[in-house]
């Protein structure tokens, strides 16, 4: 049973438009959120992450959003750009998890950025 | 400094051999993990390491066996593994296991089991 889904396998955008890679998770316990931005054969590199007490934390370009009641979160990407196309995995920890009890990952996201 | 430097970057070993997987963070982390991830798969959590301790244990057969040696240092033992074995090896650490905060990982090991 998945516990955190990412429903798009890929998505293709557009160079300088908004990139909006969405995951959904099931457990109630999970209070931490995190997007991992991955390049073939290498390890996950950390973007950005939410605390379940937030709704919004921004950095840079780089937006991740919380819905807490429809347990959804989304990633914003604006502009995009060429170097932005990899995978994404979005990815949560219960309580008292942090880095944690391990994460939870998603199957991720291939965002393609076009010129 | 963010690293987690895993060697080697590349290891081929046959179903008899024995090797080992190392890890290294110089950020006072207290808390490591290794992960294994499948071609077109997720990370999937093995082992976590809390103040050198083994924490969890993710159901993985004993032909894999975790070490820590010290605080910054993390390995994998690999013995009579078999060809579904094949993965990319994934080392991480985090600030504590009990502290919300983000995991940082290595570049990964890529095995292949012949």
């Known amino acids: 049973d998945q516990q955190v889904k990412q429903n798009s396998p890929s998505l293709s955008v557009q160079e300088g438009r908004i990139s909006i890679l969405n995951c959904d998770y099931t457990?109630?316990?999970?209070?931490?959120f995190l997007w991992y931005k991955k390049y073939p054969a290498e390890g996950p590199t950390f973007l950005i992450s939410i605390s379940s007490i937030k709704d919004k934390n921004e950095d840079g370009r780089f937006t991740v959003f919380l819905n807490k009641s429809a347990k959804h979160l989304s990633l914003h990407i604006v502009p995009s750009q060429p170097g932005d196309s990899a995978v994404y995995f979005c990815a949560a920890s219960a309580a008292g998890g942090g880095g944690a009890d391990g994460l939870t990952f998603g199957k991720g996201t291939h965002l393609i950025i076009q010129p | 400094d963010t690293e987690v430097t895993q060697t080697p970057k590349h290891l081929v070993m046959g179903m008899t051999n024995k090797k080992s997987l190392k890890c290294e963070q110089h950020m006072g982390h207290r808390a490591m993990y290794w992960y294994k991830q499948k071609a077109k798969k997720p990370p999937e959590l093995m082992f976590v390491y809390s103040y050198e301790k083994l924490s969890i244990n993710e159901s993985v057969p004993s032909r894999f066996s975790p070490e820590c040696p010290n605080s910054s240092l993390l390995n994998l033992h690999l013995h009579a593994l078999q060809p579904e074995d094949s993965a990319l090896y994934l080392c991480?650490?985090?600030?504590?296991?009990?502290?919300?905060?983000?995991?940082?990982f290595g570049q990964g090991t890529r095995l292949t089991v012949v």
């Open positions: 457990n109630s316990m999970f209070d931490y």
């Open positions: 991480a650490s985090s600030q504590e296991r009990t502290v919300n905060t983000e995991a940082f």
